[in-house]
Structure formats: C-alpha cells, structure tokens
C-alpha cells in the first residue's frame, strides 16, 4: 500500500495552540508524506479537528510551524493563504454545505464565483458528482432533501472541483451507518490512488485503517504514535495498543486532560 | 473587594475596547473589500428583496398607524390653544423628520437585522464560511457586502413609504373621526413642510440601513457556541442595533441643523 521514502508533503514542526489559558496541542511534530493517506487519530475532545483547521490554515497557532511544499503557511497573510488554499480540499465533518443553494450550485460554487456560465461548469459537475457515485438527479437537490452520506459525498464532490493536491478529511465517516461508511472509504482510497492525492483523515473509524497507509495517534497534544498502517495491530506502543483494541486500562486515561501549561 | 472592583473595571474596559476595535476593523475591511473587489449585483438584488421588499408591509403599518396616533395626539394638545389647522404640518414633519426614518429602521433591524445576525451565525456554527475561505471565496465579498449595500439603499425608499402612509393615516383620523377640515391639513403640510425635510429623513434613513447591516453582519460573523450562540448574538445585535440608531439619530438631527 505504501511507497518506499515518499517525500514529505506536509510538516508540522511544534505546533501549539492556546485557547484562554487552555493549551489544545502543546508541541505537534508530524511529516505527513507525499501522495498517501495519513489517518489522525485520537480521543474526542483531544484537539485533532483544531491541528486540522491549523494545517489549513483556518486556526492560526500560537507557536510553532506548518511547511507545506517548502512555504510556512504560518507565516503567510490572508491574500498569500488563499492563494494556498489552491491546493487544498477541506471535507467538514457535516460537509458544511450552503444550505441556500443546491447542489449544482454548491458543487461548482467556486466556479460560479469566478463568473463562468452555466454551460462551463455544468459537465464538469456532473463528471464529479460521478465519481463520488453520485447521479444527475441530485443535481437540483437542495442540502435539506439529501441523507448523510449523499451531503458528505457532494462535499467530496465540491472539494474536488479545483483538484487540489492535499484533501483534509473532518470524520467523514461519522454518523453513517457501515455501508454508507465503507462507500465513503472506498470513495476517498479511490481518490487519493487515482489523483496522486495528499490525504490527512480525521478518524475514529478502526475500519478506516485498512485504507490507510500512515497512522498517527495524538494523545495529549502531542503525537504519541506515528507509523504504518499495516503495522499497527502488531504494535507495542502501550498507546495505539490501549486505543485501537478500546482498553479502559493503559495510559490514556478517561478524562480529557486540560492543560494550563504548554510544557 | 476593591482589588475585585479594579479587576472588573479592567476587564470590561479591555472588553469594550476589543469590541469596538473589531467592530470599526470590520467596517474598514467591508470598505476595502468594496473597493477592491466586484459588487455581486445578483445577490445585492436579493437582499434588497428580502430586507426591503419584505419588510414592505410592517414598514406601512407602522406608518400608517403612527401618523394616526400622532394626529389624534396633536389634536388633543392643539384644540386647548385653537391651533388644529396645524395638525398636518406636525403629523408631517414629525413623520419626516424623526418618526419615519427612526420607526422604519427599528422595525427592520427587528425583522431583516436579526435575520442577518441569525443566518450568518447559522453559517459559522455550522462550518459554512469556513467552507467558503477554504474554496477561496471572499467571505466579506459573498455574505457581508451585498447586506450593507442593499439595506443602506432599500432603507430610505421604505422610509418614503413609511412617511406616505403616515401622512395618509393623519389624514384619516383629522378628516374622517375628528372631522377637520381636509384643506386645512392639506394646506398646512404644503406651506410648512420643505424638500430639506425630506432629504435630510432620508439620508437618516440611509445611515440607519448602514448600522443595521453593519451590526447584523458583525455579530454574525462573531457568532460562537453553538444554538445558543447564535439566539444571543441575534439578541445583541437587534439591541445594539436599535440603540445606536437611537443614538446616531440626536447627532444626525444636530448635523442635519446646522448644514
């Protein structure tokens, strides 16, 4: 599943952030490889969406830095950001869909923004909405008449118009039920193979794993596990141990820990 | 206790001052983003359909039944000294002047005002214009601008219809129940009332539009926490809204004096 020495897309050197005197991640150092599917995992409530938003750049961190492609997007104002942003995808755990608009119009709303006509953007939303298996009679939809898992693959869809070179994935499986959730996995393992993409997934999902090929395990706002996927049942770190076999005994206890302090 | 005192004083002088900062840095980015970018002509049409056009019929009502109990009122004041023949002048110029613009701005920032706080701050909750800065859409372009703009224009002509039928309604209750003179009242607006009057009710009216959409859209894009968050910004926004109207209209009418 994965390739020898792939080159580091994404690295994270450090990364805190402090929200009113709570410190969420408190020193994150992550190489997100190049081309493969790195999943975070993690209890809830332990910061993972936060380090998501901050790779993209929607939460700015209170130290540390994130070099992607060479550039410190850290460092960088708005204007430099959102010409960054052309290389991403973000997939929100609800999908975030405009619920004004439908979904032609939610799909190919960066086009429509960029003043091309209706004929334009038409096929092009029609080719991805094909390949998050998604027919033509959706097309009209508004967010309200579509399941769960039909909005989430319209946001894959919507993410996918300006192909983007890295996808963030919030839980896209959260709140589906097994088939729908395996779809979806399908779906992104799909993407990612066939586009050369970047993906860094937030996950919960041990079903997931088998599509992956990193896995990273954040425990404390620090990164306490990094390594293969297809390694990580065979794995004695007492934490990845403990998480992904449910254990209530181990290092990670049951409360969420709240940090005063960064150190 | 006192150390208590001095530490709350601190906090709410820091908080008035981050608030107040944000919200003039708010405006300054709307101003530049309206410079610097293309006015969404499609999405300004339909705010003005939804803050004006909808708004239409409680703007009339509240006209209509103002410049009712003002010249009911007036009448009451006026018959002591035998000054009734003036009642339409005041209906008018009160309707004009201060009434119109201040009742119509009120009853749309309690309508369209609190709408616009409730939805961008449904779209925040709910990752929507996180959504629009990931697909690099300018969030101040798509959501804030056409607010501004299409309730800054749409508030004087409600305003316009605001005076109309409070002037009508006047007429209604000097004429039909306390059964004045129609020429009088008629007479008495046409010799008192000036065109200044109603320019300077309808620039009013435009700044009114202006805070409106301008708190609305901040304490929308401020919105955080959830359901809750967003009743408690839509709170703030329609009180602060109607105060600063409040307040902006005594400073107006001192400016409007002396130009």
């Known amino acids: 599943m994965s390739t020898k020495n792939p080159k580091t897309k994404i690295k994270i050197i450090d990364l805190q952030k402090e929200f009113e005197n709570h410190w969420v991640t408190r020193g994150v150092n992550l190489d997100i490889p190049e081309g493969l599917m790195t999943i975070i995992i993690g209890r809830s409530g332990e910061g993972k969406s936060v380090l998501l938003k901050q790779i993209i750049g929607l939460i700015k961190p209170t130290f540390g830095n994130i070099i992607i492609d060479g550039i410190d997007i850290t460092t960088l104002n708005n204007k430099e950001l959102n010409e960054c942003y052309k290389k991403f995808g973000y997939v929100f755990q609800f999908a975030a869909l405009l619920d004004s608009l439908n979904v032609f119009e939610n799909v190919g709303i960066t086009l429509i923004e960029q003043g091309k006509s209706h004929e334009e953007i038409l096929p092009i939303v029609k080719e991805k909405l094909a390949l998050v298996q998604l027919s033509e009679d959706t097309l009209y939809k508004y967010p309200s008449e579509l399941s769960g898992g039909m909005r989430k693959r319209v946001g894959l869809a919507r993410t996918l118009i300006t192909n983007p070179e890295i996808i963030l994935y919030d839980e896209p499986t959260t709140g589906l039920d097994p088939i729908t959730a395996h779809l979806i996995h399908e779906l992104m393992f799909d993407m990612q193979k066939r586009l050369n993409i970047t993906s860094v997934v937030i996950s919960h999902d041990t079903e997931s794993f088998k599509y992956a090929d990193k896995i990273a395990l954040l425990h404390e706002g620090k990164i306490q596990y990094f390594g293969d996927a297809k390694t990580i049942w065979e794995s004695d770190n007492p934490y990845i141990y403990q998480f992904i076999r449910g254990l209530p005994e181990g290092p990670i206890t049951k409360e969420i820990a709240y940090f005063k302090d960064k150190a | ?259």
């Open chain 2, 1 to 259: 206790m006192i150390i208590r005192f001095i530490n709350f004083l601190g906090k709410s002088t820091i908080n008035i001052c981050t608030t107040t900062g944000e919200f003039t840095l708010f405006l300054l980015e709307a101003i530049k983003t309206l410079c610097t970018s293309k006015l969404k002509f499609s999405k300004t049409f339909s705010q003005m359909d939804r803050i004006g056009v909808e708004s239409l019929s409680i703007v009339i009502l509240t006209g209509l039944f103002t410049g009712m109990v003002l010249a009911l009122q007036t009448y009451i004041g006026f018959q002591r000294v035998g000054g009734e023949q003036f009642i339409g002048a005041i209906v008018a110029l009160g309707l004009i002047r201060e009434l119109g613009p201040v009742l119509t701005a009120l009853m749309v920032t309690g309508r369209a005002g609190s709408a616009i706080t409730a939805e961008i701050g449904t779209m925040i909750i709910t990752e929507q214009v996180d959504a629009l800065t990931t697909l690099r859409i300018n969030v101040f372009q798509y959501l804030v601008i056409p607010r501004i703009i299409a309730s800054t224009l749409i508030l004087p002509f409600l305003t316009l219809f605001s005076m109309f039928f409070g002037i009508i309604g006047g007429y209604i209750v000097c004429v039909y129940v306390l059964e004045l003179s129609p020429e009088d009242y008629e007479s008495s607006i046409r010799n008192y009332v000036e065109i200044s009057d109603i320019k300077g009710g309808l620039q009013k009216a435009a700044v009114f539009g202006l805070i409106l959409s301008w708190v609305g859209t901040y304490k929308g894009m401020y919105t955080h926490g959830g359901a809750r968050g967003v009743g408690i910004a839509t709170t703030q926004s329609v009180v602060a809204s109607s105060i600063l109207i409040l307040i902006t209209n005594y400073f107006l009418t001192k400016l409007l004096e002396q130009l």
